[in-house]
Structure formats: C-alpha cells, structure tokens
C-alpha cells in the first residue's frame, strides 16, 4: 500500500478538501450498517472476522496464471516510477502510463515506446497535475482528472490531440476512475470531511460526453471515514498522511468494489447488476483503531485483499501497516497470503501493486524494478525469461512489467 505524507497551510486544506453537506442525513441509521446486515442475509455471503489471526499461505503464481514479461523501453521522456500506480492501462497489445513529471507514454506490447505527450500549463487545453486516469482502448481516449481545485478532466487522444473538457461537480475528489462502457466511465467521489462524504451516493456513472452524472450505484453513507490522518503542524499548518488505495478494482467479469468505511464489498456487473460478495466485521466504524479492509484482486477461487490497520505516527513518520490476505472460496478458508512467482524467488507479489490501473478484463499486472531484478539474477535467484531479461537491463532502466493472465 502507499502513504503519502504532506503539510498544507490549515487554510488550503479546508478549502481545497472541504465537504458539501447537502447529502447528510441525520436522525438516520448509517446506511452502510443498514446494507451490511441486509447483506449478512444473502445465501452464501462470506463474512470475515478482520480481528483474528489467519495462517499463512503460499500461492505460487503460475498455478494460477499465464505470466508474460515485457521490458519497458527506457527513454529520456519516459522514465516511469517502479510502482504499478503509474500504470493507467495495461494489455496485451498496449501500456499506457505516466512519468514523475506528468508526462503520458504510450507503449506498443513489446514495450516500445509508442508515443508520448506532456500538456502540463494553465491553458483551457492543458493539465496542472494528474490526479486520475483513464484509458477507453476503443475510442483511443484518454480522460486525466486535472488537478483538484480544477475540478475538471481533460480528454485527448491517444496522440495527444485535445478532444474536450468535462466538467467535475464542484468538490467532487475523482481519483478512482475506470473505463465502464462505451459512453460511461465508472467513478468514485473520495472527498471526505469531518465524517461526511461529498455525496451520500459516492459511487457513479460518468458520462464520457458531458462528465454528468448518468447514475449513483446504491452503495450510500451518512457516516465514511477519510483515507486521511491530520494534526496541527507549526503555526497555522496541518500535516496530513494519506492512505493510497482505490477503492474500484477491475477483475475477471466484473468490478470490485471495496470502499474503506464499508462493511461489504461488492461487484458491479457491465450490465449494471450490484450485488454483495463480502461482508467484513466487526463494522469499520465501530473500532476504536480501525481495521480496514480493500480489495486488490479477484481470480477463480481466490479473493486478494489487503488488511489495513489505519493508523499513523506523526513523529517518525511510518504508519497504516497492512497484511496481504486471501480468500479461498474452495477452502472456505482465509489466509495471510504469501503471493510468489517462480521466475523470481524473493519477489513477493501483490497483484495490484497498491496502485490505481485500469487493467483489460480477467488480467492483473505488477512492476519488477529493474535494479531489483539485475541483483536477484546475479545472486541466482533469477529463472526462465526473466533471467534473459536481467541480462539485458541496467539499473537506471524502466521497470519490467510482468502481465498476467489467469487461467480459466
């Protein structure tokens, strides 16, 4: 998972993470609590006890997918992070993600540059900073979510030629977007404030179009905790630390929806179908230290999540320690998951590499950095393409995606 930690002056952060209380509904059961018990009722719904302590369990990653290697070209304006969260989409025919500096590469699938653009600047046709992304394959667009007081998102092609601006519902935090269908996208609104959510509805349907709002999923809170933590910080200033997760992940059919004050975590269909899968308890509201749980992937018999304890030390700054987790429907049994790949022994994986990627259906992907994987070979702990692949690289290089395709 990531953190990230930063210090606003008290002022702009009021401003810039305020919350629009017009969906607050006081005198109410909080309607999280009211779905999960509903929930707790359907046949066959599991419930995870997110206090116990669960064995361990290694899962080889091959037994469960087709693993392909793809060695990012490195060029001067395209040196990506080693996270995955740069990542704004991933196939098998083509990568498109975004550096440090803003700037949106387009990779072909043997991992050759493609293309790349950088509209950074003030202008009605550019971008400040890259909040979210997503990539329609189809219509060859790419939304960015500029920066937030923008509240904006800017489309372009996929050659980087301005197509349109959509307009954001003021205050609305969309960083976790996805390519939903032909003229939607699927959003979350993540702007939270004193306990309040922006929307009592956070989760929606976007139109590519317009940017308005289509549809809100039935998925509503009167109470949601932030992904933030806070405290004074010198005079007039506040230091933040922030828990990076996203709360949509796409899987095998259908998405994932794994919010972090829910109790259940849902799918959501193509064809508009919600339905609970998980239900979590004790209730996350209810903990005095919580413990959250998020959703990273879902593939055949196995649920891959991580448990989260959110809390943070401001003075050394080191916080929201977190276990990767499984569930095994097969089992019935969860289990601290122990996620490795053959090809590189002390590697461990998880699939989504705590980042936000818009992937193609029934596929997950990681990032192998290339320094690390040179040591690995060189101590002999590297097998099979990977190996070649060491040989070829440098420590300065891109990283080395690894594409994986589960098996049905």
Aim: hydrophobic share 35%.
């Amino acid at each position: 998972m990531k953190t990230y930690v930063w210090a606003l002056y008290a002022s702009l952060l009021l401003y810039s993470c305020g919350a629009n209380n017009t969906n607050r509904q006081d005198g109410k059961e909080d309607a999280s609590t009211e779905q999960t018990q509903k929930a707790k009722k359907e046949q066959g719904l599991v419930t995870l006890d997110v206090t116990k302590d669960y064995p361990e369990k290694k899962i080889v990653l091959q037994d469960l997918a087709d693993v392909k290697y793809i060695p990012l070209e490195t060029k001067k304006n395209a040196l990506l992070p080693n996270s995955a969260g740069c990542l704004g989409y991933v196939s098998d025919s083509l990568i498109v993600a975004r550096t440090s500096d803003n700037e949106i590469v387009l990779f072909n699938g043997d991992g050759s540059v493609r293309s790349s653009f950088r509209h950074v600047g003030q202008g009605s046709k550019e971008y400040q900073y890259i909040i979210g992304m997503a990539v329609d394959p189809k219509a060859q667009e790419i939304f960015i979510v500029d920066y937030l007081l923008k509240y904006r998102m800017q489309v372009y092609s996929f050659t980087g030629q301005y197509k349109r601006t959509l307009p954001i519902p003021y205050k609305m935090i969309l960083n976790s977007l996805q390519d939903f269908s032909a003229d939607c996208l699927l959003a979350c609104d993540m702007d939270v404030n004193q306990g309040i959510s922006n929307r009592a509805k956070p989760y929606m349907l976007l139109s590519k179009k317009t940017g308005e709002i289509v549809k809100e999923l039935d998925i509503h809170f009167t109470k949601r905790m932030s992904n933030r933590m806070s405290k004074p910080f010198g005079e007039n200033q506040t230091i933040s630390a922030a828990l990076g997760y996203d709360p949509i992940v796409r899987c095998e059919d259908s998405y994932v929806i794994g919010d972090l004050s829910a109790d259940t975590i849902y799918t959501y269909t193509p064809q508009g179908v919600l339905s609970p899968m998980l239900v979590r308890t004790p209730p996350v509201l209810s903990m005095e230290t919580p413990k959250v749980l998020l959703p990273d992937y879902r593939a055949g018999s196995y649920f891959f999540f991580y448990l989260v304890d959110f809390e943070f030390d401001f003075e050394t700054r080191t916080g929201f320690p977190d276990k990767y987790m499984v569930y095994d429907y097969a089992a019935g049994k969860t289990y601290v998951c122990k996620l490795v790949n053959r090809d590189c022994e002390e590697q461990e994986i998880q699939l989504g590499d705590g980042g936000v990627t818009n992937k193609a259906w029934n596929t997950a992907c990681y990032t192998i950095p290339s320094s690390m994987l040179i040591e690995q070979s060189e101590a002999g702990k590297v097998h099979g393409p990977l190996k070649e692949i060491a040989a070829g690289r440098t420590d300065d290089d891109n990283p080395v995606l690894a594409i994986v395709r589960f098996k049905n």
